[in-house]
């Protein structure tokens, strides 16, 4: 009494075959849909991978201004090595400095032309012991206020203003994500109706022979559930793609070098294309089981 | 067999299919259900497989109130009767074999049954040579012996026929009562629907007249007056 694998196979294969540009049309919608909501958990998973990596790193710098005197450099250094709050701190000289400059102006030779290593400010590369903002502020401000000292920035707000950056568009594509999604379920939703419609005579027949529910619903579902995993499927090359390509343009670049977090492994990829995968078969199921529900139980 | 207790069924906005019907069928009778058109006759064979439910009274089908069945029951009482209509309601993208298998494939019966059943059906209807012809390459009478073996294929305890020969000429329509009565004389409960004057006449079985949704004549071996 149980389905039979082989009528399934054919009458779900007949069911996708019977209006291929319907088809074709959801598959590629779910494809879109997923495709944004992966883009968005890639975007996610390289903030909180950026956010881990930089989280022990740099925390503050002390910029001292570009004619500080030794005496004043010493000073700062003094303070720093002598602060509980402190872990360590790297002097950054003028020609340290220069050095960076080169790399990151490394197109704009002329630009390098212009600049004498010593006009550059100097700096203190500073480890906090504890990373807790206000303790680090109170020390930051401390050293705004001794001479020589510039400014007293902080990475932490760097990396707050890139977070910030990054999870609104994230949230952008969430956003977007979700009505696709929605687009590509009614659209599922419609695919199937017009499949149960072209098939009405034969489950008329069904009926009236007395064919169990499910043995009538199941190839529409098993449809739906194909549709969504197909689109999934693609989805998820999309991903894997849009991955290698962030990878690409981001290695070897070293003004990138911050962004260069933002390229995960294949392994945080296939976790992504897995979501996709499960979030493609339940928006087919759903779609579908909807359709069913409504146009077969009425 | 069949069991109807004081059964009512009313459509919204049109006038009572059904009025208070009393009817008792016992098993191998057959059954005509004459009247005009709207008296009530397609409602009464709705009700008994369950396409409809009565408004009021209660439905027995071999011995079971089918009002209290659960719905994942109805495709076993649907099993057991079988039914056939005056447009056929055969699949056109399917054989003559195909449409008859179709009605074993879709309750799960195993490839073996229907390969040896289906032969043996179409051969008893008269179609053993046309099975691979396609539903638009056969005509009106050959289409509801179709129609006939499917619905009997799975040696249903009943058999509804809505009106079966009203789309057929007189002498088709009598080779198609011809094979309604092997059916039925293989023990096989009939119930038709029909204004036949001719075919009622000729058979003299029971006859049940409705007018307006109700029952007004019921006696055995009646002509269609």
């Not at chain 1, 945080?268 to 077969?296: D, E, F, H, K, P």
């Amino acid at each position: 009494m149980a389905l039979r694998i082989d009528y399934l196979a054919k009458e779900t294969g007949n069911n996708l075959v019977r209006n291929p540009t319907l088809t074709v049309a959801t598959v590629l919608t779910v494809a879109v849909s997923l495709a944004l909501l992966g883009a968005s958990l890639l975007i996610q998973r390289g903030v909180d991978h950026f956010n881990t990596r930089y989280k022990d790193d740099v925390e503050f710098i002390v910029w001292m201004t570009a004619d500080a005197p030794q005496e004043n450099v010493d000073a700062v250094k003094g303070f720093l090595d002598e602060s509980l709050v402190v872990r360590s701190s790297n002097y950054v000289n003028h020609e340290a400095t220069f050095a960076e400059f080169q790399t990151y102006y490394a197109d704009q030779p002329e630009v390098l032309d212009l600049v004498d290593p010593n006009d550059l400010p100097t700096s203190f590369r500073v480890v906090p012991e504890v990373p807790d903002l206000a303790l680090i502020r109170s020390l930051g401000q401390e050293i705004e206020a001794l001479p020589g000292v510039s400014q007293v920035s902080y990475a932490e707000e760097y990396i707050k203003q890139l977070n910030d950056m990054t999870n609104s568009a994230s949230r952008v594509m969430i956003v977007a994500a979700v009505l696709s999604a929605v687009a590509s379920g009614l659209l599922m939703y419609n695919t199937i109706r017009t499949g149960l419609f072209a098939r009405r005579r034969e489950i008329e027949v069904m009926r009236l022979v007395g064919a169990t529910k499910w043995f009538i619903r199941i190839p529409f579902m098993l449809e739906g559930l194909l549709q969504g995993l197909i689109g999934a499927v693609f989805s998820g090359i999309a991903v894997f793609g849009l991955n290698k390509l962030i990878a690409s343009s981001v290695s070897g670049r070293e003004n990138l070098k911050l962004f260069s977090s933002f390229a995960l492994d294949n392994g945080q990829v296939a976790v992504v294309a897995v979501i996709l995968l499960l979030v493609g078969a339940a928006l087919g199921s759903l779609g579908a089981g909807i359709a069913v529900t409504r146009y077969l139980d009425a | 067999m069949i069991k109807l207790e004081n059964v009512t069924k009313e459509y919204p906005g049109h006038s009572t299919a059904l009025v208070d019907a009393n009817v008792d069928i016992g098993k191998g009778e057959f059954v005509f259900l004459v009247g005009p058109s709207g008296s009530g006759k397609s409602t009464f064979l709705r009700l008994l497989n369950k396409s409809e439910e009565p408004d009021a009274g209660r439905i027995f089908v071999a011995g079971k109130d089918i009002g209290q069945m659960s719905s994942w029951k109805v495709p076993m009482l649907r099993r057991n009767i079988g039914a056939i209509f005056q447009d056929f309601k055969l699949l056109p993208t399917k054989t003559v074999a195909e449409n008859v298998a179709f009605a074993l494939e879709v309750i799960g019966r195993p490839r073996s049954v229907i390969k040896t059943q289906v032969p043996a059906i179409c051969e008893l209807v008269g179609l053993g040579d046309k099975m691979t012809k396609y539903p638009n390459q056969l005509s009106g009478g050959e289409q509801q012996r179709v129609s006939i073996a499917r619905a009997f294929v799975n040696r249903p305890l009943i058999l509804l026929a809505d009106e079966p020969t009203g789309n057929l000429d007189p002498q088709t329509s009598i080779g198609i009562m011809r094979l309604l009565d092997r059916i039925n004389k293989t023990g096989t409960t009939v119930v038709m629907a029909s204004h036949d004057r001719g075919i009622v006449d000729t058979m003299r079985r029971r006859v049940i007249e409705l007018a307006e949704g109700e029952i007004v004549r019921d006696e055995a071996r009646g002509v269609y007056e």
